[in-house]
């Protein structure tokens, strides 16, 4: 079964970086679009990224121009690289995988904390 694992996150001060890493185990992990969602306090969960299996990838509108996620099949990694962070940009995140006939997230890592002080 496929499974996901996160890492990376942290404390950093605003305008700062930080890079997630996710990392999948299974045979079937580049078959698999990626993405990355957060979730903050008292909020809904958001999509930030995602990747489709061949690398085309979308954004959220609210970290557009700031992350950039990529994937490396071969290592059955999934990146986040964020930038400019700011403190809104607090939240646990999470890595997940998407069925590509439902279309729905079916795998998901237990998530790593990115807090962002002003």
């Known amino acids: 079964q496929d499974q996901l694992v996160e890492s990376g996150g942290g404390s950093v001060q605003a305008g700062g970086s930080l890079r997630l890493s996710c990392a999948a185990s299974?045979?079937?992990?580049?078959?698999?679009?990626m993405g990355w969602f957060r979730q903050a306090p008292g909020k809904q969960r958001e999509l930030v990224a995602a990747?489709?299996?061949?690398?085309?990838?979308h954004y959220g509108d609210s970290v557009k121009g700031r992350v950039t996620i990529s994937r490396v099949n071969a290592k059955n990694v999934v990146w986040l690289e964020m930038n400019s962070l700011k403190p809104e940009d607090t939240a646990v995140y999470y890595c997940?995988?998407?069925?590509?006939?439902?279309?729905?997230?079916?795998?998901w890592g237990q998530g790593t904390q990115v807090t962002v002080s002003s």
């Open positions: 299974g045979p079937t992990f580049s078959s698999y679009a």
């Open positions: 990747i489709a299996s061949g690398g085309i990838t």
């Open positions: 997940a995988a998407q069925d590509s006939y439902t279309l729905e997230y079916v795998y």
